[in-house]
DNA sequence: ATCGAAACTGACCGATTGGTCAAGTATCGA
DNA sequence: TCGATACTTGACCAATCGGTCAGTTTCGAT
């Protein structure tokens, strides 16, 4: 962007790319409710469009096409999902890591459920678009991670427990709270999670953790 | 089943009935695949009658349209899931009570994994059809096992967890490994889980669990 | 004022959707 | 052998699908 491209954005905001900007993003937001909700498959231009409040044929000038759109949003959760792979060494304290991880994914789920509940739909279909990514981006990053924990378990930090299922664990019981938001809340008869709620079930969830994997809890975190 | 019905199957195991039982089971089969990996939305008949060999017209003839087919898979899988949903009482020992609670669950997504995602999808689209048994008989099943865990919360049999929280991570814990199957096997580099690998898994799940909310292991689950 | 590019959109396309229907064939008890 | 019932299926339907395209409007830079 020149000098003056940002000077004329100021004065108007409506400025060159602004209008490209606003629409694509509201094309993003309706898809990745519509592809939630029904799938790929199941997922209408047509829908899209109306939830948008856009016509099908702008919807296509900008998107290109259906498949296009589709890993555009998936392209986006997983910089969403790397963004809080954070790098851990063997010198971490166990319960800190485990805790953050506990805390952040249950916060990436809160953020952005449509795009856990598109994420999940593509697992659900087989993966057929993200096969790549599991094998090897994702499988590389949950290797690394299982090394860490064995030698947290080698040193006695934590129960020797199979660090891939405890993963898979802690991906599973934060991930529910997005993807079966329908059934968590007809069950507890709610409207919505409140973030006292959210901050309930990551305290549950990380204490189960660690007791269960047998790690210390942190410091400050008192008995009570 | 009318009494003509019964009496017709009974003359012959061949007979009138036996056909309609072998293309119901062969069209329910083709079905519950479809419809698990693309949502009810997302399933077309012409897919669901390839899969079952049969012409479209002739599933339509048996099932009367997607709606009663896909209704009538939903209450097939309901079936099945109430069928392990057995009576506990405050008196049985707790951690007879999870462990056999986690390995029917593992179970019923190992024996079902296609039933298992069609429910997982229809829970993704915001259970459009399951939405009475959420609020219904499935939250009273909740809430009566919760009252029990209470009980042995009480008694210093467990951690005073949330038990409805307890119920939701057993839940996403075990239904995780059908449901995102395709996840499970990219990253672990497998074609398929073993029953080895679901037992290793079952334990180690009964075992995060009984510790992480503080109940005693069974008497002949011997420490090692 | 004018020009080029970006933005926009209704009309339209062939393919596929769930579903109907009439015309069959198969199988059975009587 | 015969009528009834269950079963089978290709042809067909209106609606919707993803996508194309030509034509128009909008807008900033000159």
């Known amino acids: 962007m020149t000098q003056r491209d940002v000077a004329a954005s100021v004065r108007t905001d409506n400025g060159n790319g602004a209008t490209r900007e606003r629409n694509e993003r509201e094309i993003l937001a309706a898809a990745e409710r519509v592809f939630a909700n029904h799938g790929y498959r199941g997922a209408s231009l047509a829908a899209i469009a109306a939830q948008a409040g856009l016509p099908k044929s702008n919807l296509l000038y900008y998107m290109g096409s259906k498949r296009g759109l589709y890993v555009r949003l998936l392209e986006r959760m997983m910089a969403r999902w790397n963004a809080l792979l954070d790098d851990i060494s063997a010198e971490d304290d166990p319960a800190e890591v485990l805790e953050a991880f506990i805390r952040s994914k249950m916060q990436l789920s809160r953020r952005h459920p449509e795009g856990s509940r598109l994420f999940a739909a593509e697992i659900l279909a087989g993966a057929p678009f993200l096969q790549d990514y599991l094998r090897g981006d994702l499988r590389d990053w949950v290797q690394a991670r299982a090394a860490i924990f064995r030698q947290w378990a080698e040193r006695g930090l934590m129960d020797p427990v199979d660090p891939v299922w405890l993963i898979f664990l802690i991906w599973s019981a934060t991930q529910h709270y997005a993807d079966f938001e329908a059934?968590?809340?007809?069950?507890?008869?709610?409207?919505?999670?409140?973030?006292?709620?959210?901050?309930?079930?990551?305290?549950?969830?990380?204490?189960?953790?660690?007791?269960?994997?047998?790690?210390?809890?942190?410091?400050?975190?008192?008995?009570?």
Chains 1, 2 share one sequence.
């Open 183 to 224: 059934q968590v809340l007809g069950i507890t008869d709610r409207d919505a999670l409140s973030d006292a709620d959210v901050e309930e079930i990551t305290v549950f969830l990380t204490r189960m953790v660690l007791k269960g994997c047998g790690v210390a809890p942190r410091a400050d975190e008192s008995e009570r």
